[in-house]
């Protein structure tokens, strides 16, 4: 009972100690090159894309790989993978969900769905997206200290957590974008029969972008390769 006077300035201290632990955390570099992951796709013509200084800036990413994955002469699919060695206010994630519309994109269905990897079920973002006539899927999701997240409360407070008690909060987004050709498409994009193809793909290049950036990753990579198998 003594002790009660001062359990809020022991609070207040952990408090103190803890944002001391987030504001000085470490940057921690990738173990592997970004431009191995997803290099090359058997049947298609890859093309890198470059950022922006303004798009870079503006996200605040460590290190990105940008590409464009054609077949036919017409783009099958894009993948982005952006790594951020340390987050801190002002330089974390930002959403695809809420950049996204910003790029012109409607988001008409979608939301959270799992992708199976080497017997894990993975929690990831889907979303179908219209822009004028044009239609397309989108999957993201966040990877990196281990986990593969979905979910963005999720994210914002394993963020908050590790950076407070582990010293570091390394992570990567990890995005791929589908279009459907005028083909496929039906009078209402999100019809399942009309995108089934589209999401087969889509979960294919999934999975192993879940395996090749983890192969990369500099943290906890043997703790993510045990939940995958």
């Known amino acids: 009972m003594r002790s009660r006077p001062y359990v ?9 100690m ?12 990738l173990a592997g090159p970004l431009s191995s992951v997803l290099a090359d796709m058997p049947g298609y013509s890859i093309t890198n894309n470059t950022l922006s200084a303004d798009e870079r800036g503006v996200a605040g990413m460590s290190d990105y790989v940008a590409r464009s994955y054609s077949r036919g002469g017409a783009v099958a699919f894009t993948t982005l993978v952006s790594y951020y060695a340390r987050q801190t206010q002002g330089k974390t994630i930002h959403s695809p969900r809420n950049c996204l519309p910003g790029a012109g994109w409607e988001i008409v269905d979608g939301g959270a769905t799992v992708i199976h990897v080497d017997g894990a079920a993975l929690p990831v973002n889907r979303f179908v997206l219209r822009s004028g006539a044009a239609t397309a899927v989108a999957y993201y999701w966040y990877q990196g200290r281990g986990r593969v997240t979905a ?46 193809r589209t999401d087969s793909t889509a979960r294919a290049i999934a999975a192993r972008l879940v395996r090749e950036v983890n192969a990369v990753l500099p943290s906890n990579r043997q703790a993510l390769l045990t939940a995958l198998r």
Do not use: F
């Open 151 to 196: 979910n963005e409360y999720a994210v914002k407070w394993n963020l908050l957590r590790d950076a407070a008690v582990l010293g570091h909060s390394e992570e990567a987004l990890v995005r791929i974008v589908l279009p459907v050709s005028s083909s496929q498409r039906a009078p209402t994009a999100n019809e399942p029969q009309v995108l089934q």
């Open 8 to 16: 809020p300035l022991m609070i207040l201290l952990a408090g103190c």
């Open 18 to 29: 803890l944002t001391w632990r987030a504001r000085s955390q470490e940057a921690i570099p």
